[in-house]
């Protein structure tokens, strides 16, 4: 969301930029209004610097930038070096300005400003649009800053450097400013861009409020976007139920899982979710050196609450009892009561990298159908750092893993003596580069994922990635007797990820796929898979989805298939 409120910034930002005297000139007026002058310099004609500089902000408008540069030129050179009426001087430092000589018109503006407690409200604003048409932020805020500090009533200054923090991500000073402007001002397009701001800070019932006071007073028909903002936002501030049935095979087992839950946002930004699921397994164990009839089953009640800032951070703390049954050494069920607890923290720091740190302690190991069979349980520790531009086109990923996994042990006589544990150090790196986005072209809707914790987001976006992980593992003896575990693994993988919305953004659809070798084992390993997501409203959501996996990059062995059905709701 951070990426697509900042282009939508920009955007709005440039569009505030007026040529001089505060005509807009757009390719609708450029139209109506035929443009004079010529776009060649005639020595015979008399000079017309005006015309000519007028003709240029015009072509730039209608992104004509060539013709634009032409007239430019005429009109610099009408002018001459040193101009010395005010008006001349505020086209010619336009002009070096739109060449990117910012430092000339930077040199001619100041000569403008008129000494303190005086101001030249025009000839700021315009000294402000030379370093916004260079994308130069801070010298932007800082002359802004310095125009408030003689004119602190003045409304369009105000609204610019309320645009410019946005850009820049001051979002602390952003929010004061935005409702200054909505009180002093209260049209609806003040009243609009409060709501995003309050949206972006996680207050979000007052955002609602705000795009609810903005409809009120808007002329005429709302649009669109304030529509779409009132949509997306009435459905964030109220609770979601969700259903979800997987059914997933493996060499050994297959199982199916039915799992209900419902999520209640609380406060800005947190949620505390309530989850409940059955699973059952079947097919066949491993007991010494055989394979014998075997099953189980798990079913399990978890609560968690999502703590999260609108810089981006958040903590999430969860717990859960189960009731597993697990096969024995003869195949027969044995069953018990476990508790567990989680907890995942997001740290985002320096604008350009995020942490995220998981721990879970006697959680269900459920990576397979065979892991519920075994009665798989495991400790868990990891940690990742992630790297990115201010675009986030590229991103880079370190994390590291540990994880220590435990079998229920048998209830009969085995000759093998120990328990069935085995640990794990998993070691990545990897890249992720975006070919392209569209972050406006979003599926309606405001689900959230399968565990009814953060936001499940579906855009245009083809992106291709590659990861390469390290595996150290050992297992006991008790545990290879049960379910054999890679030892080492050195594994590289490409994958590709393209994701399609429809215009309307009421389905999409999400293909991936990923092709690898893993040096120390000798094997090749692949994963495809596609999810289809329809949203008839922007209340309610369904998921179809399938996945097949050969070999795992955590030691897994053999072919994996899943398939699931998900329906969300917001109430």
Do not use: C
Request: charged fraction near 20%; charge should be neutral.
């Amino acid at each position: 969301m951070k990426k697509t409120t900042q282009r939508f910034a920009t955007r709005s930002l440039l569009g505030l930029v007026l040529p001089l005297g505060q005509v807009l000139w757009s390719p609708s007026l450029l139209a109506q209004q035929p443009l004079a002058g010529s776009t060649a310099f005639d020595h015979r004609a008399p000079p017309d610097p005006e015309q000519h500089y007028r003709n240029g902000e015009a072509f730039f408008a209608a992104g004509s930038e060539a013709e634009a540069r032409r007239e430019h030129e005429i009109a610099e050179a009408e002018i001459g070096a040193a101009p010395s009426e005010r008006m001349p001087k505020l086209w010619l430092a336009r002009i070096y300005a739109r060449r990117g000589e910012l430092a000339r018109a930077d040199t001619i503006y100041e000569s403008l400003w008129s000494a303190a407690p005086r101001v030249d409200a025009e000839a700021a604003i315009n000294h402000v649009e030379a370093h916004i048409l260079n994308k130069d932020w801070r010298g932007a805020q800082r002359l802004l800053e310095r125009l408030l500090e003689r004119d602190p009533k003045n409304v369009r200054a105000r609204a610019v450097l309320a645009w410019v923090l946005e850009v820049t991500g001051d979002l602390d000073r952003e929010l004061p400013m935005r409702a200054g402007l909505a009180s002093d001002e209260p049209t609806s397009a003040n009243w609009r861009d409060q709501g995003r701001a309050q949206e972006r800070a996680g207050d979000l019932r007052a955002a609602y409020q705000s795009y609810e006071t903005a409809r009120t007073k808007a002329s005429g028909q709302a649009d669109e976007a304030l529509t779409v903002s009132l949509s997306r936002l009435r459905y964030r501030i109220t609770p979601e139920v969700a259903g979800d049935v997987l059914g997933r095979s493996d060499p050994q087992a297959s199982s199916l899982r039915v799992q209900t839950g419902l999520a209640l946002p609380i406060g800005a930004g947190h949620n505390l979710r309530v989850l409940a699921w059955h699973e059952t397994s079947s097919g066949q164990v491993l007991r010494d050196g055989r394979l014998l009839p075997g099953g189980g089953s798990l079913s399990g009640l978890a609560v968690g609450l999502l703590l999260s800032s609108r810089h981006g951070d958040s903590l999430l703390i969860g717990g859960d009892v189960r009731y597993a049954a697990a096969s024995d050494d003869s195949g027969r069920q044995t069953k018990s009561a476990r508790a567990g607890t989680t907890s995942e923290v997001v740290l985002p720091f320096l604008g350009h990298a995020e942490a995220h740190l998981r721990g879970a302690i006697n959680e269900p190991w459920n990576d397979a159908a065979v892991t519920i069979s075994e009665g798989g349980r495991l400790h868990e520790g990891s940690g990742q750092l992630f790297l990115f531009p201010t675009n986030r086109r590229l991103l880079a990923n370190l994390g590291v893993q540990r994880r220590w996994l435990r079998l229920e042990p048998a209830t009969t006589t085995n000759p093998v003596i120990g328990d069935p544990t085995s640990t794990q150090q998993l070691f990545y790196a990897g890249i992720d580069l975006v070919l392209w986005s569209r972050p406006e072209r979003l599926l309606r809707g405001e689900s959230l994922d399968e565990n009814l914790v953060r936001r499940s987001v579906l855009s245009d976006a083809a992106i291709l990635s590659y990861r390469h992980q390290q595996l150290f593992g050992t297992s006991s003896e008790a545990f290879n007797a049960r379910l054999v575990l890679a030892p080492r693994g050195a594994s590289h993988v490409g994958s590709g990820t393209l994701r399609l919305v429809s215009p309307a953004g009421w389905a999409g659809i999400d293909l991936r796929g990923a092709v690898g070798y893993d040096t120390e084992r000798s094997v090749t390993l692949y994963t495809g898979g596609a999810s289809v997501v329809v949203a008839p409203s922007w209340s309610n959501r369904f998921v179809l989805s399938y996945d097949v996996t050969k070999e795992t990059t955590t030691g897994l062995q053999g072919t994996r298939h899943a398939g699931w059905l998900s329906f969300h709701a917001d109430l």
